[in-house]
């Protein structure tokens, strides 16, 4: 017992108040678990609202400075894209735009046609994999169709559809298959068809396109990446999703705050728990505390008794704040929300420390307390 | 020919500042010898603890010094002060001072876990045999709460000889206890300090424990007023 005697005579004094180290050590355990908890949870809500936003269409693009005009697909344009270790590989997809409406006798709609190969198509909108019915496929009179134009219209793979084109021209296609790309509107509104398509009614050469779309590995680089690429290729127009979505990114970017705010009371309501227990029990013990300086206990140990309680509430705390963390993100995965919650290990090992850190600066007051007692107060006082 | 143990040259000690201060010693001196048997007397209120504590380097005089083997326990630092109660002082107290979150073994020991230099083996001994010399084997695994007055007591008594002191500081040890139990702690300091040449200074009441002793100091309001020698230990 005589070595780490601080160490030893702290867990004795917690294990002498059960119940008061008990109480502490769960506040400390939920503090930390909200705090884990409501950190990957925002992080992961806002991770699956950029993905949901951003994943499935083009987030850098080159067009044409003016609307409708085609932009040149040119070996310099696709110099720069390809040489771009920023740009996601096989993620560049150039695309051609019609316009077109549906008929079937009672209703009509309008459906934007997106003409492209279905291969470069996958690297932006991933339209094979999201094929619910039918074949991914876009030979010359294939389209796919979005599976709320399919149920509004009762499509189904194999129909024939007339559209009428931009232009007035009328075209039969075959409905090769239905997509689901997560948006309603997109599933209602767009289609994709054959970059023949829209090349011949357009009357464009095979360099010439609506748009040539790009993803990145990082899509919050999206606003440099433009500005690199328009000094790069002169005459041609940039745009990029951020300054396309600058209503997401500020309420991201509020939600991303006020997950700070949280977590910071979080902290403080710690902080002030262990602090109040830490300084209730050195008052509580400061009797024990003068006997045991009277018989020779140094200042220092003496003081390193509640930095001691201080790491064991903590680390105890912090540990089985974790726990609980994973238990409530292991609960939430049941609760059929649209996203799963992945706490990133650096985040939740950042917060344990926190917490143990946040024991230790309480731990402040009661070990100066505590190290400067004079065991002749004790021992005159009774 | 007696080592000189301690020394206490004009002590002098005020409580508080200006209207309200209390005078509890006033110019006190004497020297202890090693191994002496000593009882400090008085009315209560005389300075009796007072001075018994500035002995024990719990507490500075305002003015004189005390000298502890040769050292001005003024020019110590705390550290040192806190090392040297520990090695060569014992203490019992009017009240036991027991910690209640440890058993009577580790009450007993914690002054040899404090000095931290003996194995576990020797405190294990030496625990165990202050123990028996006060009568309370097999209370060892006891929460000090579960014992009686007089058990407590001696618990504090065998807490005090553990690191074998040089001077062993009671101040009132026996105002708890009944006269039986009060004789009973007397023989037992006469018998540890010939066994072990420890050095002793008992405040007390008791003219009749007093005279028990080698030496008896007397201190009324604040002066050390006799310093006489006894034959009582001599005579039997
Ligand atoms: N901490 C203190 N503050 C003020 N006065 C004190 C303090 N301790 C003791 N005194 C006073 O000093 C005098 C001596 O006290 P003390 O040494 O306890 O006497 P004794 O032990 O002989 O009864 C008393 O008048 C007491 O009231
Ligand atoms: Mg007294």
Sequence with gaps: ?382 | MAEKLLVADSLDKVYGTGEGATHALRGVSFELNEGEFAAIVGQSGSGKSTLLNMVGLLDTPTAGEVRFRGRNAEALPRPELARMRNELIGFVFQFHYLLPEFSVFENVAMPAFIGGTLAPGEIQARAEEALALLGLEGLEGKNANQLSGGQKQRVAIARALMNRPALLLADEPTGNLDTVNTDLVYDLFRKISAETGTAFMIVTHDRGVAQRTDRILEVTDGRLVQDIRNDYARAT
């Excluded at chain 1, 705090?35 to 992080?43: D, H």
């Excluded at chain 1, 390193?304 to 309680?309: A, D, G, M, N, T």
């Design chain 1, 1 to 382: 017992m005589s070595r780490m005697l601080s160490l030893r005579i702290a867990w004795r004094f917690l294990r002498s108040a059960p119940v008061q180290s008990l109480l502490i050590i769960s506040g400390i355990a939920v503090g930390i678990a909200v705090q884990i908890f409501v950190g990957s949870l925002i992080t992961s809500l806002q991770g699956s609202l950029v993905d949901q936003t951003i994943g499935s269409a083009p987030q850098v693009t080159f067009q044409a400075l003016t609307d409708g005009d085609p932009v040149r697909y040119s070996p310099k344009m696709q110099d720069v894209i390809a040489n771009d270790p920023r740009v996601k590989r096989g993620s560049v997809s150039p695309v051609r735009f019609a316009t077109s409406l549906y008929t079937n006798g009672t209703d009509s709609a309008s459906l934007s046609l997106i003409g492209g190969e279905l291969r470069e198509l996958d690297g932006i909108y991933n339209v094979s994999k999201r094929v619910t019915d039918g074949t991914a496929s876009l030979r010359a009179t294939d389209i796919l169709v979005g599976k709320d134009f399919a149920a509004k219209f009762k499509l189904t793979p194999g129909d024939s559809i007339a559209l009428t084109l931009q232009g007035g021209s009328r075209a039969t296609f075959t409905v090769a298959g239905i997509f689901d790309l997560g948006s309603a509107a997109f599933n209602e509104r767009q289609a994709f068809v054959n970059g023949d398509v829209p090349r011949s009614l357009l009357g464009w050469s095979a360099d010439q396109y609506s748009a040539v779309q790009v993803q990145l590995v990082k899509p919050f680089e999206s606003a440099q990446v433009a500005t690199d690429w328009r000094r790069k290729v002169p005459g041609v127009e940039v745009v990029e999703w951020q300054a396309q979505n600058a209503d997401l990114l500020v309420a991201l970017q509020s939600q991303g705050s006020s997950s700070y705010i949280i977590q910071t009371f979080v902290l403080v309501a710690i902080a002030l728990g262990i602090a109040s227990t830490l300084a209730i029990a050195a008052v509580q013990k400061t009797r024990q505390i003068g006997i045991l300086k009277a018989m020779g206990l140094s200042d220092g140990r003496a003081g390193r008794i509640f930095l001691w309680q201080a790491i064991i509430l903590g680390g105890v705390g912090s540990t089985a704040g974790v726990a609980l963390a994973y238990f409530l993100l292991f609960g939430f995965s049941f609760s059929g929300a649209s996203f799963s919650i992945q706490p990133k290990l650096s985040f939740v090992l950042l917060s344990a420390g926190v917490g143990i850190g946040v024991a230790l600066a309480s731990s402040i007051f009661p070990t100066r307390r505590t190290s400067k007692l004079d065991p002749i107060e004790v021992i005159q006082n009774g």
